[in-house]
């Protein structure tokens, strides 16, 4: 990682007059954020997840994605399974501090479970949703 980068996420990390990034951060009601993905090179959106202060708090030392799932009621350490981790370059938060955007390095160039690029593949196109991305690796093949 760059020194530009570490920077950029030791900053996140400790904020002014002191005080750390996570206790400026609002999560909501049950502790989540929302966190939306992009791709660092192409600005690209990968996909949207939920995070809360652990999964946060391991992404910012681990520099690799760590979410929240809601379903699984557990830590999801992205890529554990199909190898296709996120790598860290920066972290944003919004204006009210109530969503992150954090713009990584997708491993393997495959961050949805259906094996494409991105989450958002499908277009609102005559009132049908229309795919407008190829599947990059069969999900069998990914997942067994």
């Not at 966190?35 to 681990?62: C, H, P, R, Y």
């Not at 944003?92 to 969503?99: I, P, Q, R």
């Not at 005559?126 to 067994?144: F, Q, S």
């Amino acid at each position: 990682m760059s020194s530009n980068t570490s920077g950029k996420i030791n900053n996140f990390i400790r904020l002014s007059h002191n005080v750390s990034a996570l206790e400026q951060i609002q999560f909501d009601k049950d502790g989540l954020i929302p966190a939306i993905v992009q791709d660092f090179a192409t600005g690209e959106i990968l996909m949207f997840a939920w995070m809360n202060e652990k999964s946060l708090a391991l992404t910012i030392e681990k520099q690799q994605a760590v979410y929240y799932s809601r379903s699984r009621k557990k830590l999801w350490f992205k890529g554990e399974e199909s190898g296709h981790t996120q790598l860290i370059k920066e972290i944003y938060t919004d204006c009210d501090n109530d969503v992150i955007l954090i713009k990584v390095e997708q491993v393997g160039g495959i961050a949805c479970h259906t094996g494409r690029k991105s989450c958002f593949f499908q277009k609102l196109d005559n009132n049908n949703w229309k795919n407008m991305a190829k599947v990059l690796k069969d999900p069998k093949d990914i997942y067994g």
